[in-house]
């Protein structure tokens, strides 16, 4: 069965790093794509991206600039770094599996950006 | 980017009913790459139906989905108290993938 959990930490100052990892049970990290979607508190989804195992990445544009997504085989994690952070990153982070559908997701991680 | 307009925004219902949820597209999807997701307060979304009509893994037959081109629909028959929850459909046709903005199915 995968399974994905999430960690890193809840709280992040404005301008500062916004740093998430995914760790993946159940499947090997070198299969497919790896995606990160996030929900502001009460709304809808976003998706931020997708890495596939080779290393290249897919970016929303709203994000380029300032997300970097990798991953580590060797401990079966991937990772979100989102940089400059603002109010407006605020939201529940979740990674799941795929490039396309999603039918595996973390559990998710709430990010409050807040000085 | 392809923007996903969801109808209504809310929908009453009693159990044992139909449901229906619209999913129009600012453009046609790719290959009819269209996904829909249900999500229950406090928890990760979940795929029921993927590529338009496909349901997944584990998706009761109640759930089905039509639709082509630029319109697409979620069906639920026989509405149990488990399916009140809200639902997003989800284009992966192109990128970047966009959700529609979510349909909250609530008991009436």
Same mark, same amino acid.
């Given at each position: ?21 995914? $760790? ?5 990290? $070198? ?6 979607v996030r929900q502001p508190p009460g709304k809808g989804l976003e998706w931020i991206g997708h890495v596939h195992h080779s290393g290249t990445a897919n970016y929303n544009p709203s994000l380029m600039g300032r997300i970097t997504m990798s991953?580590? $085989? ?6 979100? $770094? ?34 | /980017? ?14 044992? /009913? ?63 108290? /488990? ?22 199915? /609530?008991?009436?």
């Amino acid at each position: 069965q995968v399974q994905l959990q999430q960690s890193g930490p809840g709280l992040v100052k404005p301008s500062e790093t916004l740093s998430l990892n995914c $760790t993946v049970s159940g499947v090997s990290l $070198t299969i497919g794509y790896w995606t990160w979607v996030r929900q502001p508190p009460g709304k809808g989804l976003e998706w931020i991206g997708h890495v596939h195992h080779s290393g290249t990445a897919n970016y929303n544009p709203s994000l380029m600039g300032r997300i970097t997504m990798s991953l580590d $085989t060797s401990m079966s994690q991937f990772s979100l $770094t989102l940089h400059s952070v603002t109010t407006a990153d605020t939201a529940l982070y979740y990674c799941a599996r795929g490039s396309g559908w999603y039918p595996s997701w973390g559990q998710g991680a709430l990010v409050t950006v807040s000085s | /980017e392809i923007v996903l307009t969801q109808s209504p925004g809310t929908v009453s219902l009693s159990p044992g /009913e139909r449901a229906t949820v619209s999913c129009r597209a600012s453009q046609s999807v790719i290959n009819n790459y269209l996904a829909w997701y249900q999500q229950r307060p406090g928890q990760a979304p979940r795929l029921l139906i993927q590529a338009a009509s496909t349901r997944a893994a584990g998706t009761p037959d109640r759930f089905s989905g039509s639709g082509s081109g630029t319109d697409f629909t979620l069906t639920i028959d026989g509405l149990q108290s /488990e399916d009140f929850a809200v639902y997003f459909c989800q284009q992966y046709g192109s990128s970047p993938r966009t959700f529609g903005q979510g349909t909250a199915l /609530e008991i009436k």
